[in-house]
């Protein structure tokens, strides 16, 4: 689990963060805080997919589920087993 | 009745969720015709205040210029006040294709298409011209209506960072396996007043066989040496596949839109753009304004070259005076204050000073990125220009931000 989180933190850092002076944690809220905003979760989606061989239905790719890494390894976790 | 109290209750309480927020928006009535000078009701009911109009998209002062106004008048009296009718059933008048030549002309693409507006144009086209085979890729920072117009359209989708070449590269590759790819980006980006690094995009659109599509909604008419645009100052003019741009900005500033480019992707929007196919023609009226429009805009530059110097000076006096701009050199001039509240504050106590400009914070802008966004205009002459300077100088002294970097600014005010 530690893993994949520094793997998500890794890939949110990278493809969204715009601005070097922002911080980044396992619990920062990433859509709800204007980080990700909802309509470019679809790149971490197709990623996660790709990444773990999963597919996640869209109705589970929430805005809710993708708020911060944890909840996002949390559902991948649910598809993983 | 089936408005019960239940459905009412609901949508009082949405209502009082939004004035928690602080983000209810209120109209303010204005009295007089769009111009630098104005005069405005606010808040309602009070008595009408002379201000100084700095938030207007009427980049070439033309919206009640007295040409325009003439024209309008003449297309009122040959071709009647309204068409009843879409444009493919009895709505086309001669001077909606004479439009349509001369925005072509005027952009320098292969066909137009007119929309009843940008958002129409915007909504309209990527569903008429792609496929589930295909992918649009956007810049994360553009236009509303162009979100609602990916929405819309079946191709798959995507984003990369704001005026990244390298993320959009990496995107380009990602993606090499769809049909048509489509990048998608405004020329200058309406909230940060930036410009798009069309000469790049071009070349990277080259190198992976992807079509390119511009907004340039805040760019036509005075972008550029001519004021063609975008294309025109990054060199790239006849390499845009698609560009969009609204009447209702610089160039009238009335209503109205279209979509221009390749004549197949133009035609493809005359046989299947929903907007263009259930939503009225184009008032007479107005496209006879806006064809006088690009008459006076192809004759001389001098209203884009005055509104340049305008831009200079106001850009040059706010640093100056040590406010914090948004890099750029469109008229598009973002004052940073990163916290909302003091943004609202701010444009209260210029609107006191007689000057109008308008905070923007989240969600229009992204969280920590509030700001007064101002607009100069061609209309705008020297004394307009140093008066709002001398009360944002005045309102900057009374928040304690001349001077400050944006971290101490965040460190007052929080973000
Ligand atoms: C970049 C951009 N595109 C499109 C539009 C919509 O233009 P219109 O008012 O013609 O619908 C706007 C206006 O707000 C805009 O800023």
Known sequence: MEEMKDIVLEYVINEYLEDEDEELSYDTPLISGGIVD????????????????????DDKATPEAFDSVTKICTLVNEFLN | MAYSDKIRGIYNESLNEIREKGIFKQERFIHSSQAADIEVEFPTGSELKKVINMCANNYLGLSSHPDVIKAAHEGLDTRGYGMSSVRFIC?????????????????????????????DANAGVFEAILTKDDVMISDRLVHASIIDGIRLAPAEHDTFKHSDMAHLEQKLQLHADKRHKVVITDGVFSMDGDTAKLDEMVALCEKYDAMLFVDESHSSGFIGKTGRGTHEKCGVMGKIDIITTTFGKALGGASGGCVSGRKELVEMCRQKARPYLFSNTIAPVVVSGVNTVLDILSKSTERRDKLEKNTEFWRKGLTEAGFVLKEGDTPIVPVMLFNA??????????????????????????????????????????????????????????YDILGKTKQEIIAMYGK
């Open chain 1, 38 to 57: 909802s309509f470019s979760m679809v790149s971490l989606k197709r990623f996660l997919e790709n990444k773990y061989k999963i597919s996640i239905p």
């Open chain 2, 341 to 398: 509240k003091l943004s609202q504050d701010f444009s209260k106590d210029l609107y006191n000073e007689g000057i109008y400009a308008i905070g923007f914070f989240f969600p229009v802008v992204p969280q920590g990125q509030a700001r007064i966004r101002t607009q100069i205009s061609a209309g705008h002459e020297m004394h307009h220009l140093e008066k709002a300077l001398e009360a944002f100088i005045k309102v900057g002294k009374k």
């Open chain 2, 91 to 119: 709505g086309t008048q001669d001077i909606h294709r004479e439009l349509e030549k001369k925005v072509t002309e005027f952009l320098g693409t292969e066909d137009t298409i007119l929309f009843p507006s940008c958002m």
